[in-house]
């Protein structure tokens, strides 16, 4: 059982550049979510998504775009890339509901140089 | 909106010495509370919840947290530290609208020296 499956582990990026992350569950959670984890801040909602073709902004969205075409999978846009986005992203998936608890991938670390 | 905070950076304690890390919280209506541990370089893993009932909550590897609701606390607790305990604790709590979303505190770090 895979779980969250987040890749690439590490990437280095030019001022500029975009890539994608890739987010992949296996468990047909509705609820997905990408995270960005910075010295002190803890974790920071970028984008969520409470099923397929619905996202919406979390705390942190301004430069990063998500989609969500199905179910499993949930990936983070970086448009053009700052310094300011260095950083430990997550994505997590959980069953609906409040009580659920979140599952998380193993995390990119992104340097933008 | 819901919030949570964890007063403390870093918490050191001894090995077999009981351990707390605490949090507090603010939320409309009925929390939703957990608990998460981060280990180096790797991904968060669920420790425990509260949804309803029982106000001390038991989890993996020994933890346990109490809810107290007239202080707005959810400390995680663990009658005896092991070194391997030492790790980053988040909190979190849900939001009450149908968002769910899944807020988090700053983060404790937990040294247990041996």
Known sequence: N?????TPK?????TGQSMTLQCAQDMNHEYMSWYRQDPGMGLRLIHYSVGAGITDQGEVPNGYNVSRSTTEDFPLRLLSAAPSQTSVYFC???????WTEAFFGQGTRLTVV | AQSVAQPE???NVAEGNPLTVK???????NPYLFWYVQYPNRGLQFLLKYITGDNLVKGSYGFEAEFNKSQTSFHLKKPSALVSDSALYFCAVREADSSY???????????VRP
């Open chain 1, 2 to 6: 895979a779980g969250v499956t987040q």
């Open chain 2, 9 to 11: 950076d870093q918490v």
């Open chain 1, 92 to 98: 997590a998936s959980s069953e609906g509901g409040r």
């Open chain 2, 101 to 111: 979303k899944l807020i988090f505190g700053s983060g404790t770090r937990l040294l």
């Open chain 2, 23 to 29: 949090c507090t919280y603010s939320v409309s209506g």
């Open chain 1, 10 to 14: 590490f990437q280095v990026l030019k």
